[in-house]
């Protein structure tokens, strides 16, 4: 055995070394040896070469045990601790600059020097690394939004009945009118089908509608019998029936154009009903219908002017123009009246004897209808013309402009309906400069901004060009 | 230098610890304000119970039916009329119900004929009884001839109307396109209409009330139908919405005619030996009698009147 330093001379008696005896030995400081309690020791700390003593090797050798690292270890137990190394030699280092390391340092080409654009690129990327989490809030926002406003999750939450609720909302739009048999279309008729079609797209798509385009051609099965009238009937029960979840059915003749399509249907008419529309007829009475019913035998429902009252009750939202009911703009809403409305509205028997008198068919058939029958008035709603349904001045326009009929710019008036322009009026010069109006109204600030730039060039350039005139001249 | 670690937890737990008292207090609390919630709960329930049935429930002593009769004062004689009366009244009485005579003069009819009194007679009683559920609309010309029969066991009951309802039989007879409903059933109807080998008959029907039956009445009334000179007026037009608006047909009840409605003389046109009335039928009707100028409605009537008086008579 090799030890560290060389045996004590004394025999089993050891170094009086106070500190290595500490724990067994007297501290006094004796130099005697002694010998412990129980005499020998039944084991020695070092491997029973010097049996009752603790030699300095023993004693390190306890030491390390005490000490030492324990036998499993707790570093480098990781995968990338314990191949920190090679893996960072097997990815492939770029070195900076042309400059190897090799290469010996030469004279007056100087020392690698980082660039300035370097430096700076740096300092943003420290400065970002910085701001991480109001970085990441910032892109999470930004995400939401394209999420939810580029991509269809848009329309999905705008239709979802507990967010937008617009699945309850289908507008109905009666395309190519009388066409087919009686009329070929021009390109003007295509125009004014494109134009129409594609502004009540946009519109149910922004708010997550259901639009439902009808062929209204005359066909053979309603080119009879004064049946046309029928086919508005049959496209809104056809509707109710292919949206099921659907309340409000909203028809739109052709020659509509929403000016405004950043109104939606709830807030501007629905979630407040009953301050939008008027029950009593006498409110604005153009047809001058005896309103309500005098006749003692009816019940307190039919007489009253405003029907139960109640919200829950109106079925039918007409609005009324200077010649009476319009229907180029109404809305239905699914119930059973509306089941048995649809059914009696176009009756033969009533055809047979008025369809001389009835230009407007189902609109005067309405009329005849909310006039007679008592049952009718306490489910119908009207709604104030300009609502939904504004007229430019060539309609009801006899009278001169009408408050309560006429668009109005200032107002932003939601809805125009070019009612009657295929009598002698140019539906295509209406349909377009309503178009670009309502394009001009709805601009983004960006485009505002923009067109006031080129307006105020414009301005500028014919102004020199008028001075320059006037100096030739 | 060396911590002592903190002593190990058993692995094996004590199977229950004693509840503290602040949570047997706290599930006492718990348990009050569940028994509390439950109370008010239930007065909500009861108030709003109370609130809403207040304006709908019926006073008591509502008859549930109404037996509606226009009489013309005009032109019948005041004995006839009496007796006409006497009759419902009768009725009536056995069974609860309640009868509503209107007069003819009373309704706006134009120049349309006096037989469409019946429309506006019916929507008159609707108003005026508010609570009743049925309305028999029985024609004048008629006599009730079985009054141990209640109209409920005789013919609306469901059970019984879904027995005796005749579906997918055509409207109009003999061969209209036009068919009664084969799926219907009979919580559905909301008139029970019977039939006679010339079409609908609507001197003897019954009405439920409802939405529908002011949308029925009143679209029957249209003063376009009036005004369209249908040969047999108001039963022309009835056949003709019937046939026309499914919203109509599709609450209708055809029943086997000699339940509702059997004849006092024999018609070969309108049923002959078939519909003719024949002891314990309920009504027997005296159809057409009055614009036929041959036929005495008065006179017809004797026989049975005196009949139903020997029969039935309380006197």
């Known amino acids: 055995m090799s030890l560290s330093r060389s045996p004590s001379p004394n025999r089993g008696g050891g170094w009086s070394s106070p500190g290595l005896t500490a724990p067994f030995d007297d501290v ?63 990815l492939p280092s770029f070195t900076r600059g042309q400059r190897s390391y090799a290469e010996k340092e030469k004279l007056g080409r100087g020392r690698y020097k980082e660039s300035r654009v370097r430096r700076i690129a740096a300092h943003i990327g420290m400065m970002i690394w910085r701001l991480r989490l109001r970085l990441m809030i910032l892109l999470a926002s930004l995400l939401a939004v394209i999420l939810f406003y580029v991509t269809p999750m848009h329309r999905a939450y705008r239709r979802a009945s507990l967010l937008g609720g617009g699945s309850k909302f289908v507008i109905i739009l009666a395309a190519n009118q009388g066409g087919g048999v009686m009329e070929w279309k021009g390109p003007r008729e295509w125009a004014i089908e494109r134009d129409s079609v594609k502004n009540k797209k946009k519109y149910a ?41 659907a309340e409000w059915f909203w028809w739109m003749d052709l020659n509509t154009f929403i000016m405004e399509p950043s109104y939606s249907l709830q807030k501007h008419i629905f979630n407040d009903l009953s301050a939008n529309t008027y029950r009593d007829i006498n409110d604005y009475n153009p047809l001058n219908i005896t309103h309500p019913f005098k006749s003692p035998y009816l019940d307190e429902e039919a007489r009253s002017a405003v029907g139960d009252g109640k919200l829950s009750s109106v079925d039918l939202v007409i609005p009324q123009d200077c010649g009476g009911f319009n229907l180029g703009s109404f809305f239905v809403r699914r119930s059973t009246w509306t089941d048995r409305l649809l059914d009696v509205w176009w009756d033969p028997v009533g055809y047979e004897q008025k369809h001389m008198e009835w230009e407007h068919k189902e609109q005067d058939a309405l009329e005849h209808l909310y006039i007679n029958q008592p049952w009718i008035r306490p489910h119908t709603a009207f709604i104030p013309q300009r609502k939904i349904n504004s007229f430019p001045m060539g309609a009801c326009g006899d009278n001169g402009e009408d408050q309560r009929i006429h668009y109005k710019e200032a107002d932003r008036d939601f809805v125009v309906n070019m009612a009657g322009c295929e009598w002698g009026r140019d539906c295509w010069g209406e349909m377009y400069n309503f178009r670009e109006l309502s394009n001009k109204l709805n601009r983004t600030p960006w485009e505002k901004f923009k067109d006031s730039i080129s307006e105020a060039i414009k301005r500028r350039k014919e102004s020199k060009k008028a001075a320059e005139e006037e100096k030739k001249s | 230098m060396q911590f002592a670690y903190l002593a190990r937890k058993t692995s094996q737990p004590p199977p229950y610890t004693r509840l503290s008292r602040t949570s047997s207090v706290r599930r006492r609390q718990l348990q009050l304000g569940a028994v509390a919630g439950c109370i008010l709960l239930f007065l909500i329930f009861l108030v709003t119970r109370i609130f809403s049935t207040s304006t709908e429930r019926a006073p008591p002593g509502t008859p549930e039916t109404i037996i509606v009769t226009v009489l013309d004062r005009g032109s019948m004689s005041k004995d006839y009329i009496s007796r006409i009366e006497e009759n419902r009244q009768d009725y009536a009485a056995r069974h609860g119900y309640g009868t509503f005579f209107a007069e003819n003069a009373d309704y706006d009819l134009g120049s349309s004929p006096r037989s469409w009194a019946i429309v506006p007679a019916l929507r008159h009683a609707m108003t005026k009884y508010q609570h009743t559920t049925y309305f028999f609309a029985l024609s004048a010309h008629a006599l009730i001839m079985n009054p ?165 008579g309380k006197s």
């Open chain 1, 205 to 245: 798509k922004k708010w997550g509608y259901d639009l439902e385009i009808t062929d209204m051609s005359t066909k053979k099965r309603y080119a009879h019998e004064w049946r046309e009238s029928w086919e508005k009937v049959d496209t809104i029960r056809n509707c109710m029936r292919k949206y099921p979840k």
């Open chain 2, 148 to 312: 141990s029969l209640s109209l409920e066991s005789h013919i609306l009951e469901k059970r019984r109307l879904e027995s005796i309802m005749l579906k997918d039989k055509p409207v109009v007879p003999p061969d209209s396109v036009i068919k009664t409903f084969s799926h219907l059933k009979s919580d559905k109807i909301d008139i029970v209409l019977t039939q006679d080998g010339e079409g609908l008959c609507q001197g003897s029907f019954i009405l439920r009330r409802g939405d529908w039956a002011r949308f029925f009445l009143d679209t029957w009334f249209d003063p376009l139908y009036r005004s369209y000179n249908f040969q047999k007026a108001e039963g022309h037009a009835l056949e003709h919405i019937v046939q026309w608006h499914p919203t109509i047909l599709t609450k209708l009840a055809l029943i086997p005619q000699r339940l509702l409605n059997s004849y006092g003389v024999d018609i070969s046109s309108r049923g002959g030996k078939e519909a003719m009335f024949k002891d314990d039928d309920l009504v027997v009707h005296f159809v057409n009698c009055e614009p036929d100028a041959n036929r005495n409605c008065e006179q017809e009537m004797e026989p049975y009147y005196n009949q139903w008086k020997a029969h039935w």
């Open chain 1, 28 to 90: 006094g400081g004796r130099s005697s040896p002694r010998k412990p309690y129980g005499g020998e020791f039944p084991f020695s700390a070092n491997g029973g070469a010097s049996s009752s003593n603790v030699t300095w090797a023993s004693a390190q050798a306890k030491s390390d045990e005490i000490n030492g690292y324990p036998s499993f270890s707790t570093r480098n137990n990781g995968f990338f601790s314990r191949n920190a190394r090679k893996l960072s030699r097997s």
